[in-house]
Structure formats: C-alpha cells, structure tokens
C-alpha cells in the first residue's frame, strides 16, 4: 500500500468544498500512505493551535475521529500528529486533551486487513496509551514535563518535599508508558512507525531530564525528612534505578535506528553505596538496629550520588538542547528555501505580467484600429491634395503642360501631395480610355485596409493577422492586382504612350 488512496482524495475534495481547512489539513495528514504524516501539514495545524479564531476542540474532536479508522496507517498517523501537536503547538491544545475524561480507546485496536495490520496494531494500543498518560499529567500537575524549567533553578530542583513526593510518581507513570513501546530495530520498517519512534525519542529525553533533577532534590532532601517521607523517596528512588536501565535499552535501540550518537546521552548511574546509605538511614528511623554510617561518610556518599547524576542531567539537557537547536537550524533553513522560491515565483509573475500587459496593449490597438477602420472608413486614411478637374475636366496636351513640380513626367497628371513612408508597389497599366469612378473607390478600400495592416505591425512585428476568407498577398515581380493596392504613400506609375494618347483626347 502506498500513496494516498481514492478515499484519502475524495475526503480532501469534500473538505475543500465546505471550506473547512483544518479538516482537509488533518485528512491530508493521515492519508493511506505509508509514511511519516507531511511537515506542511502539520505545520499548518500547529499555526492553527496559535490562532485564537480556530476551534481547538474541533481539531482534537478532528484527530478522534480519524483513529476510528480501520486502517492501521490512518490511525497510526493520527495518533502521530496528535503528539506532534503537543509537543509543538500551542498550550491549549493539550490543556483541552486533559480536560476530557477519555481519549483514545484503542486498547483492542487490531488491523486484520493489511499486510502489517497485526504487528502495527500492537505499537497503536502502545503509543495510545502514552499519549493518554501524557494528557493525564498535565491535568494532574498543570504542566508538560518536557517543556519545564530545568537547571539548578528549575521547577524539578526548586520544588517543595511534600510535593516532589507527589509529582515524581506522576513522571514516573509517564516514563513508564514511554518505555512500554518496546520497539525493536527490526521492527521500524516503515516510515510511519519510524516517526512515531522519533517523537518519542524526543519525549524521553526531556522527560528523563525533568525526572533526574527531581530525584536529585530527593536525595537532598532526603536526610531531613521524616520517616513516612524517607520511606516513600527510598522506594522512588529504587523505581528510578529500574527505569534508568531501561532507558538505556530504549537509547540503544535509537543508537541501532540511525539517530545521531551527539542526540544520544550518555547515563551515569549512582555508587550503589548511596543505597545502602538511604536503607541504614531509613532502619534507623524505624528502630531497627543498623550499622548507620557517620556524618561525613554519609555526606560524602551523597556528594558523589549527586555529582554522578548531576553529570547525566548535563547529558541530558545538552541532548535536548543540540536537537532544539538542530530543529531551529532546519527550520530556519527551510523558512529560507520557501523565502527563496517565493521570490523566483515573484520574479516570474512579474514578467508573465509584462508579456499579458503588452499583448493586451497590442490587443488594444489591433481593436481600436479595427473599430475606427470599420465605422469610419475615411478616417484612417492619409490626406491628399488632388487636383481632380485637372484630371478629368481639363483639356491638355503635351506641348501645352510643360513639365514641373507637381506634375509627372509627361506634364499631364497631378500628383498627390503626400508624406512618403513606404515605396508603393508598382500598379498594372490601365487598360481602359477612362479612369473609372469604381478604381477610385476600390483603391480607398485597399488603403483602408493598408491602414488597418499597419496597427497590427505596430502591435507586433512578427504577427500576421488575415481576416476569414481573405486571399493573402504573396507580391513578387509576376504579381497583378485588377484592383488598385494603396498604402500610405500613393504613386502611380507613368502609363504608356497608347494609354497617354487616349486620355489626352478625353475632351
């Protein structure tokens, strides 16, 4: 099974139709393909978390239903961004998880339909029971344990003994369910699973980190505290010493996946004389009779307990603080990548809009000189100052017209007073004894329609433009026309002796 399904596109399709975003961003998240959900959309959906005008129960309410699923990969991949959503989107988010009194109810998931169906469905029961145990921390201490203060001054170091007492078994619950996926190398053979393995690396880190500090608190404290309070740090401090084991197998299987040797921490257990000390301690305060150790051997045992741990919580917040890095690092790089595409896209919208700004613009002048050509024939057309009476009502001769200025070479036609642009092709000697009216108006319709080619030209020069049913010109030195073809610049050319003789005696 690979790629997104039909389902997964008509689910999009519907969702793009009625408008809803966040749904169509949530079924694109957790589509039918075998692999990690996509950083766009989750990006999308943390942005959405950190809007005040998005229905975060809507978006939870959203994932819910999509882990109804019968298909391991879409709940699989639901439940993934509902971490990933936790872990990097706004408070309130998880705050409404831990509002609600059930989450996810999938403890008898089973997906019998897919090749993998029945090894994934044993890591979703696993991995729906630590998103729950997650929520239910938060609604237990009002405060995810991977994002708190640490250090020397942070909330785990600061806090009161009554309350260390209390929240330390809340982590611990938490850790445990964390540790409870039990993956093995060779079973993170898809992407899907692999993703979920990684956020959960993540959590486990910041996570041990919270926990190591207060047990550091603990062991303080714990000289000072009464016999009740010793009685239940002794048996914390025991269960930490179980988890750190089994932290360290969860690690090195994060080591045998390929995840970075720098992102893995290195874990500094305590003297096991420190736990002899807190027992002779804890029997004394009992009544039993114990070899109790002297003061400075006491507070030299508890020294090196908490240097050791000390060390491994350096470990641990260096870890976690190289992966935020990490993770900035990448994100800035890629906020640059989409900076830089924005601007190659800008780059190229600009110049597609100055090629549809000047095509329009030709297109604007190829209409208005079509418009003005066709309503008003005359008014495209060049002035001319002919003399027709010398042309038609006037007696002349060759020995009365002395050739000048004006006149052609045989002194008996005028020529047109006109600014010359283009050379005129040559006309065909007229076979007639009379200059009809009909050539005259022939050739003010092939000037208009000169006049009309000229626009197009000045639109584009490499455009050729022929209206439906129109012969196109081909020229040549063999090419007549019966009609007359006029430009701008109109000239006729000397007609021959016989033609001249015919003309001379009109009158």
Same mark, same amino acid.
């Given at each position: ?20 975003? $966040?749904? %169509? ?5 957790? *589509?039918?393909? &075998?692999? !990690? ?18 229905? &975060?129960?809507?978006?939870?309410d959203t994932l819910f239903e999509r882990t109804t699923n019968s298909s391991w990969v879409v709940v699989f991949k639901a439940l993934i ?38 090894? @994934? ?9 630590? =998103? ?7 609604? =237990? ?5 991977? %994002? ?14 009554? %309350? ?6 809340? $982590? ?10 039990? /993956? ?10 692999? /993703? ?37 740090? +002794?048996? $914390? ?26 992102? $893995? ?16 301690? +804890?029997?004394?305060?009992? !009544? ?77 002048? +190829?209409?208005?000189? =079509? ?11 060049? *002035?001319?100052? &002919? ?22 070479? +045989? ?15 040559? @006309? ?23 006049? =009309? ?9 490499? @455009? ?10 081909? !020229? ?22 016989? /033609? @001249? ?7």
């Amino acid at each position: 099974m690979s790629g997104q399904s039909i389902t997964d596109r008509i689910a999009a399709a519907q969702h793009s139709m009625t408008g809803s975003a $966040i749904s %169509k961003a949530v079924c694109k998240a957790t *589509t039918h393909e &075998v692999s !990690g959900p996509k950083k766009k959309h989750l990006d999308y959906l943390i942005y959405c978390t950190n809007e005040m005008n998005v229905n &975060v129960p809507q978006l939870a309410d959203t994932l819910f239903e999509r882990t109804t699923n019968s298909s391991w990969v879409v709940v699989f991949k639901a439940l993934i961004t509902t971490h990933h959503i936790m872990m990097y989107g706004n408070e309130r988010f998880i705050q409404y998880l831990a509002s609600r009194n059930t989450l996810f109810n999938l403890n008898n998931f089973l997906d019998k339909g897919a090749l993998q169906g029945y090894d @994934m469905s044993t890591f979703i029961r696993r991995y729906s029971r630590y =998103l729950n145990e997650k929520a239910l921390s938060y609604r =237990l201490v009002a405060v995810d344990f991977t %994002k708190m203060k640490r250090g020397i001054d942070g909330v785990m170091r600061t806090m009161n003994t009554e %309350k260390l007492i209390k929240t330390l078994p809340i $982590i611990q619950n938490q850790l445990d369910a964390l540790l409870d996926f039990q /993956a093995k190398p060779n079973e993170l053979t898809n992407g899907v699973i692999n /993703a979920a393995f990684m956020l959960l690396f993540k959590d486990s880190i910041r996570l041990f980190a919270a926990y190591n500090e207060g047990v550091i608190n603990l062991l303080e404290k714990y000289f000072d505290m009464k016999k009740n309070q010793c009685k239940d740090a +002794l048996d $914390i401090y025991k269960k930490f010493l179980y988890r750190m084991t089994k932290l360290s197998e969860f690690l090195k299987v994060a080591e045998q996946v390929g995840i970075d040797q720098g992102d $893995i921490p290195d874990l500094t257990q305590a003297p096991s004389s420190l736990l002899e000390a807190l027992e002779q301690h +804890l029997a004394s305060l009992e !009544g039993k009779k114990t070899k109790e150790l002297s003061a400075d051997n006491r507070a030299n045992t508890l020294s090196n307990a908490v240097s050791s741990l000390s060390n491994t919580g350096m470990s641990f917040s260096f870890s976690s603080s190289r992966m935020d890095e990490k993770e900035k690092q990448q994100a800035l790089e890629e906020e640059q990548a989409r900076l830089q595409a924005l601007k190659n896209q800008s780059k190229w919208w600009q110049l597609a809009r100055k090629k549809v700004m000047y095509t329009s613009m030709c297109m604007c002048v +190829l209409l208005s000189g =079509l418009e003005s050509s066709t309503l008003h024939p005359m008014a495209s057309m060049p *002035t001319m100052n &002919v003399d027709f009476d010398a042309v038609f009502g006037t007696k002349a001769s060759n020995s009365d017209v002395k050739p000048s200025a004006g006149y052609d070479a +045989l002194g008996d036609l005028l020529k047109p007073t006109v600014t010359v642009h283009t050379q005129a092709p040559v @006309m065909a000697p007229h076979t007639g004894s009379k200059l009809l009216a009909s050539d005259l108006d022939s050739s003010l319709a092939n000037l208009v329609g000169s006049e =009309l080619s000229l626009h197009v030209f000045a639109c584009r020069s490499d @455009m050729q433009w022929t209206q439906p049913g129109e012969k196109k010109l081909t !020229g040549g030195t063999n090419w007549q026309s019966k009609t007359m073809s006029s430009t701008t610049a109109w000239s006729p050319a000397p007609l021959p002796p016989a /033609a @001249m003789a015919s003309l001379v005696n009109i009158s």
